[in-house]
């Protein structure tokens, strides 16, 4: 397919539903005049009404606060870039936070007459994704820690109420007394399975079966 039937195929219509297709915003920075050209997608994820004119000033009063200064210190750094960037930050839109993905290309490649041109993202069911395994991994953190934490405070009480390690072990598995006395005074403590001949001597004692 040579150019012309290429840039045919490609054409302004197909652009578009593939762009929409896509979720993909389209907006444009005059980095002199600080004007923002945007798309009707770009309006809607920012939640402004489409005939307003608008700057980056104005949409950065729309960034959540805690984003604010990162955001704009990340648009004032892209003309010093070498390269694609993108930058997700959080926007309040009817009191609910949204998600936004913002990427272009820096180092001035893709400025034409003092224009910067580049794309918005909704990335919110992203982020609400990965924000909800971080607490899931917090929590099951959590939880790990204080079960380490009683097992050892069990263990430091049980080794404080031991004197040697002899004890200690007693007291972690405690084992059967294996020695049998004769009730009678003919044979001294025999322990048992004892091959002894004092084991053969009473192996027909009434108490020992006991």
Known sequence: MDGTAELTAWDVKRLRMGIEAAGVALWSWNVDTDQLTMDERSYGLWGLPRDVAVSFEDLSGHIHPADRDRVRAAFAATR????????????MVDGKIRWISA?????????????????????????QVEEGHELLAGEMSHRVKNLLAVAAGLTAITSRSTKTT???????????????????????????????????????CPARAL
């Open 80 to 91: 010093a870039l070498v390269g694609p960037y993108e930058i997700d930050f959080r926007i």
């Open 103 to 127: 990427r272009g290309q820096g180092d001035d490649a893709d400025i034409v007459g003092e224009t910067m041109f580049g794309i918005f993202l909704n990335v919110t069911g992203r982020k």
């Open 166 to 204: 002899v004890e200690y072990g007693a007291r972690a598995d405690p084992a059967p007394d294996r020695t049998w006395a004769c009730p009678r005074p003919c044979a001294a403590p025999v322990q048992r399975g004892s091959e002894s001949r004092a084991a053969g001597r009473h192996a027909r």
